[in-house]
């Protein structure tokens, strides 16, 4: 298996530029999960999917983030407009359920300028 | 706010010593687990613990589980420059998420 896939890796943009994220789950996985990581906060949910379907994004920071999984092989998460608060790196992962083991992607490391 | 919190918060160590951190919570649990974060990679799963088990192994990893205590620890036997790495700890809090904690960063000096 292929694991969680995730692109771009890297990501530099100015502020105010849209960014989206894209993350391929693995394969049978009904769970996604989009994470971001940094120094000061650590790993923050910031929203989880089960069966394609939203159940928690109260951890989206604001308006300006949005995701989305049109089918149960792909999920984006866009920001639009980016700001440099939100360089950070960010985690796709996926599982057979939201408590079960979660297999995570290599992240993309997203810098706004 | 984490559910789970590690301790220490860095950890250094010399090749071939034993490196033991350790996980405190706040609520019930039914499992807890470890992962293992290299630098630059997304976390590994590393080992879970039911609230029903007391200690399990795997391969030099030894975790121990005290629900009484609400803590959990890890210890790596015979550490390696490979596992030089962030650890972090993750409980089900909430039905259907995982809490992770801040993260251990373990250095094995050669």
């Known amino acids: 298996d292929a694991g969680v896939i995730q692109s771009p890796r890297h990501e530099v943009t100015e502020m105010g530029q849209e960014v989206t994220l894209r993350c391929k789950p693995i394969?049978?996985?009904?769970?996604l999960f989009w994470y971001r990581q940094t120094m000061m906060r650590g790993l923050e949910l910031l929203i989880y999917?089960?069966?394609?379907?939203?159940?928690?994004d109260s951890g989206m920071p604001e308006d300006r983030f949005s995701a989305k999984m049109p089918n149960a092989s792909f999920s984006t998460l866009k920001i639009q407009p980016s700001e440099p608060r939100d360089s950070a790196v960010y985690f796709c992962?996926?599982?057979?359920?939201?408590?079960?083991?979660?297999?995570f992607g290599p992240g993309t490391r997203l810098t706004v300028l | 706010s984490q559910q789970g919190e590690e301790d220490p918060q860095a950890l250094s160590i010399q090749e071939g010593e034993n490196a033991t951190m350790n996980c405190s919570y706040k609520?019930?649990?039914?499992?807890l687990q470890w992962y293992r974060q290299n630098s630059g990679r997304g976390l590994v799963h590393l080992i879970l613990i039911r609230s029903n088990e007391r200690e399990k192994h795997s391969g030099r990893l030894r975790v121990t589980l005290d629900t009484s205590k609400k803590s959990s620890s890890l210890l790596i036997t015979a550490s390696r420059a490979a596992d030089t790495a962030s650890y972090f700890c993750?409980?089900?809090?909430?039905?259907?998420?995982?809490?992770f904690g801040a993260g251990t960063t373990v250095t094995v000096r050669a």
């Open positions: 394969s049978g996985h009904n769970s």
């Open positions: 609520t019930s649990i039914n499992n």
């Open positions: 993750a409980t089900d809090a909430e039905d259907y998420k995982l809490s």
């Open positions: 999917f089960n069966n394609n379907v939203p159940i928690d």
């Open positions: 992962a996926s599982s057979t359920g939201g408590t079960d083991t979660q297999y």
